[in-house]
């Protein structure tokens, strides 16, 4: 990438090991001889700086004449010490075979980051524009071209026809390069428990897992049945209305084809049946086990059983309205990079990080990552056949090279998922001391995952999503789907439990405090994990599943998933509305 570019000055420092002031970075775009004055601000900061800053730019311009109105001759295309961006920022696959991580680099190969449904048209710059409405439609798209201006497209991201948008937008000329300043409030957050765990793995602790869940979550219910403990309602005479909060236990079906739900509370246990001609029997394939309900009803003859007239979810309350920011700011929600994988999309994200440092993203100061940095190691069958990248650390130490990419002004926040470093069990810690130094590019916030972002007054839920696999595999395809991933998210916010059924996929830890309880409303949930692209408003809670940023792999293949790839949701946080741009 040529030096005269913003990125392309940002890029070079980063492999000089400097992050820079967004306006020491213009300074240099606007030299006369943009190579030679980074050279020249390099060669004089002090040897302990590690951030190019304006001070040292303007020392250099006045003192060598570098401004740009000075006589130079036109800049080449890049410098001769300066490699092309995509010899700085990939790294070279890995053969089956090879298994020494100390190996000397071999050459790139061919770039091959585009998605499969996007092939054919590498040559442009594409960016795709969907905007959302509160109910999760969307509005076209608009793709732009050779030229940087948008052409209107025919269809939306979901392939209706619709009439187009149109804008007139430059990602990539230095005309378009913003000077403007972010100011971003540091984000606040609640829930993290890195450093809080007290886990051993004890039976005792998951019980203590689980009470604390049922307390929390029965809070949430209270207000709407008349709970009587299990131990309590087994004294009632029969005929008597009975109403229990409790943690289900266990779900079966009868001969007759009734359903046969088994609540448990601290007290002890008690079955109701569910009966199949009642209007509530549907609720029943949206229940999974180890979540917390109310079931309201009437005991039976001989006070053996609940016939359940009613069931209650703990759920968001539909009267509940969202916080907004008092300004037109916004915030970028990703996840997924997989920088180590070689279909990590290289391109895409270049192309995202210029976007970046133009005009029109000066609003965006905030970078939300949802977990999965890199792609990990022995995370799935033969996975080392499909790095680019085998050592975890080098991994990572690449990660915080792309991150030095984003302005050094935006405010980033990321949490773990099950590609990361951390343990698998939920919730997962930030990552340790050793990995946070390596990806220090901005000061980045670490937090554990699940966790609650708040930024200019908006709270946003983080958690990566492991659970979406088990949810969209128990519950029916209308109510969860990997085609529409929000509508699983939907699933948790009712159950206001990001991760409600233990001893399946997702493995939970067992803590003092359950952190996976979403006790609070949050005004956006954002999560990743299934590499699709999915957003929409559950009770005036804005979900949002941000895609990846990691074309389809061959083990992706064998299991039918095809990621939307090489997307960045564009959150307002004024109004919450969002647009989703495409950069693949």
């Given at each position: 990438?040529?030096?005269?570019?913003?990125?392309?000055?940002?890029?070079?420092?980063?492999?000089?090991?400097?992050?820079?002031?967004?306006?020491?970075?213009?300074?240099?775009?606007?030299?006369?001889?943009?190579?030679?004055?980074?050279?020249?601000?390099?060669?004089?900061?002090?040897?302990?700086?590690?951030?190019?800053?304006?001070?040292?730019?303007?020392?250099?311009?006045?003192?060598?004449?570098?401004?740009?109105?000075?006589?130079?001759?036109?800049?080449?295309?890049?410098?001769?010490?300066?490699?092309?961006?995509?010899?700085?920022?990939?790294?070279?696959?890995?053969?089956?075979?090879?298994?020494?991580?100390?190996?000397?680099?071999?050459?790139?190969?061919?770039?091959?980051?585009?998605?499969?449904?996007?092939?054919?048209?590498?040559?442009?710059?594409?960016?795709?524009?969907?905007?959302?409405?509160?109910?999760?439609?969307?509005?076209?798209?608009?793709?732009?071209?050779?030229?940087?201006?948008?052409?209107?497209?025919?269809?939306?991201?979901?392939?209706?026809?619709?009439?187009?948008?149109?804008?007139?937008?430059?990602?990539?000329?230095?005309?378009?390069?913003?000077?403007?300043?972010?100011?971003?409030?540091?984000?606040?957050?609640?829930?993290?428990?890195?450093?809080?765990?007290?886990?051993?793995?004890?039976?005792?602790?998951?019980?203590?897992?689980?009470?604390?869940?049922?307390?929390?979550?029965?809070?949430?219910?209270?207000?709407?049945?008349?709970?009587?403990?299990?131990?309590?309602?087994?004294?009632?005479?029969?005929?008597?209305?009975?109403?229990?909060?409790?943690?289900?236990?266990?779900?079966?079906?009868?001969?007759?084809?009734?359903?046969?739900?088994?609540?448990?509370?601290?007290?002890?246990?008690?079955?109701?049946?569910?009966?199949?001609?009642?209007?509530?029997?549907?609720?029943?394939?949206?229940?999974?086990?180890?979540?917390?309900?109310?079931?309201?009803?009437?005991?039976?003859?001989?006070?053996?059983?609940?016939?359940?007239?009613?069931?209650?979810?703990?759920?968001?309350?539909?009267?509940?309205?969202?916080?907004?920011?008092?300004?037109?700011?916004?915030?970028?929600?990703?996840?997924?990079?997989?920088?180590?994988?070689?279909?990590?999309?290289?391109?895409?994200?270049?192309?995202?990080?210029?976007?970046?440092?133009?005009?029109?993203?000066?609003?965006?100061?905030?970078?939300?990552?949802?977990?999965?940095?890199?792609?990990?190691?022995?995370?799935?069958?033969?996975?080392?056949?499909?790095?680019?990248?085998?050592?975890?650390?080098?991994?990572?130490?690449?990660?915080?090279?792309?991150?030095?990419?984003?302005?050094?002004?935006?405010?980033?926040?990321?949490?773990?998922?099950?590609?990361?470093?951390?343990?698998?069990a939920e919730p997962q810690p930030g990552f340790d001391e050793e990995l946070r130094e390596i990806m220090s590019a901005h000061d980045a916030k670490i937090t554990?995952n699940p966790s609650t972002v708040t930024v200019e007054n908006v709270s946003v839920l983080m958690y990566h999503g492991v659970s979406l696999d088990e949810v969209?595999?128990?519950?029916?395809?209308?109510?969860?789907?990997?085609?529409?991933?929000?509508?699983?998210?939907?699933?948790?916010?009712?159950?206001?439990?990001?991760?409600?059924?233990?001893?399946?996929?997702?493995?939970?830890?067992?803590?003092?405090?359950?952190?996976?309880?979403?006790?609070?409303?949050?005004?956006?949930?954002?999560?990743?994990?299934?590499?699709?692209?999915?957003?929409?408003?559950?009770?005036?809670?804005?979900?949002?599943?941000?895609?990846?940023?990691?074309?389809?792999?061959?083990?992706?293949?064998?299991?039918?998933?095809?990621?939307?790839?090489?997307?960045?949701?564009?959150?307002?946080?004024?109004?919450?509305?969002?647009?989703?741009?495409?950069?693949?």
């Amino acid at each position: 990438m040529p030096l005269s570019t913003p990125s392309g000055l940002v890029t070079e420092l980063a492999r000089r090991g400097y992050n820079a002031e967004r306006e020491a970075i213009t300074l240099l775009a606007n030299a006369a001889d943009p190579a030679l004055a980074l050279d020249r601000a390099v060669e004089d900061a002090p040897d302990d700086a590690l951030r190019i800053t304006v001070a040292h730019v303007r020392a250099v311009l006045d003192t060598d004449k570098l401004s740009a109105d000075a006589p130079t001759k036109p800049p080449s295309d890049e410098s001769a010490d300066a490699p092309p961006r995509e010899s700085v920022t990939q790294d070279p696959p890995v053969s089956t075979g090879e298994t020494d991580q100390t190996a000397e680099p071999k050459p790139n190969r061919p770039s091959q980051s585009a998605p499969v449904e996007t092939e054919g048209s590498a040559s442009a710059d594409v960016e795709d524009t969907v905007s959302s409405t509160d109910t999760g439609e969307t509005v076209p798209s608009t793709d732009i071209g050779d030229t940087g201006k948008a052409v209107p497209s025919s269809t939306s991201s979901d392939g209706d026809s619709s009439p187009p948008v149109s804008t007139d937008t430059t990602l990539s000329s230095e005309a378009s390069q913003s000077s403007h300043t972010r100011n971003p409030t540091p984000a606040h957050i609640t829930n993290d428990m890195t450093g809080a765990s007290t886990g051993t793995g004890e039976y005792k602790q998951f019980v203590t897992t689980f009470k604390d869940r049922y307390e929390r979550l029965s809070k949430l219910l209270r207000g709407r049945v008349n709970h009587r403990p299990a131990k309590a309602i087994q004294q009632m005479p029969g005929g008597s209305d009975a109403e229990m909060i409790g943690l289900v236990n266990d779900i079966r079906s009868t001969a007759s084809g009734h359903w046969l739900v088994e609540l448990e509370d601290t007290t002890g246990t008690f079955p109701c049946l569910v009966m199949k001609d009642k209007n509530i029997a549907e609720l029943v394939d949206q229940m999974l086990k180890d979540e917390c309900i109310a079931i309201q009803g009437t005991l039976a003859d001989d006070a053996g059983i609940l016939f359940a007239d009613s069931i209650h979810f703990p759920d968001i309350p539909r009267t509940h309205r969202p916080s907004t920011a008092d300004r037109h700011v916004q915030a970028a929600l990703i996840s997924d990079v997989h920088v180590g994988s070689q279909e990590f999309m290289a391109d895409a994200w270049n192309r995202f990080t210029d976007w970046l440092h133009t005009p029109e993203a000066d609003p965006v100061e905030y970078l939300l990552i949802a977990g999965d940095m890199v792609e990990g190691v022995g995370i799935y069958p033969n996975q080392d056949e499909e790095l680019d990248i085998i050592d975890i650390y080098d991994q990572y130490e690449r990660f915080a090279e792309y991150l030095k990419q984003v302005p050094g002004d935006m405010e980033i926040v990321m949490i773990p998922g099950n590609h990361d470093a951390v343990r698998l069990a939920e919730p997962q810690p930030g990552f340790d001391e050793e990995l946070r130094e390596i990806m220090s590019a901005h000061d980045a916030k670490i937090t554990s995952n699940p966790s609650t972002v708040t930024v200019e007054n908006v709270s946003v839920l983080m958690y990566h999503g492991v659970s979406l696999d088990e949810v969209i595999a128990e519950l029916p395809a209308d109510k969860a789907s990997y085609d529409e991933p929000h509508k699983a998210m939907y699933q948790l916010l009712k159950k206001r439990h990001v991760a409600p059924q233990y001893g399946g996929h997702t493995r939970v830890a067992p803590e003092e405090k359950d952190y996976l309880v979403i006790e609070d409303v949050p005004d956006v949930f954002h999560t990743g994990h299934v590499h699709k692209l999915g957003w929409g408003k559950y009770h005036n809670v804005l979900a949002v599943n941000s895609g990846c940023w990691q074309a389809q792999t061959d083990f992706q293949k064998s299991v039918n998933i095809d990621p939307d790839a090489g997307y960045a949701p564009i959150l307002d946080l004024d109004t919450l509305e969002m647009t989703v741009r495409k950069f693949s």
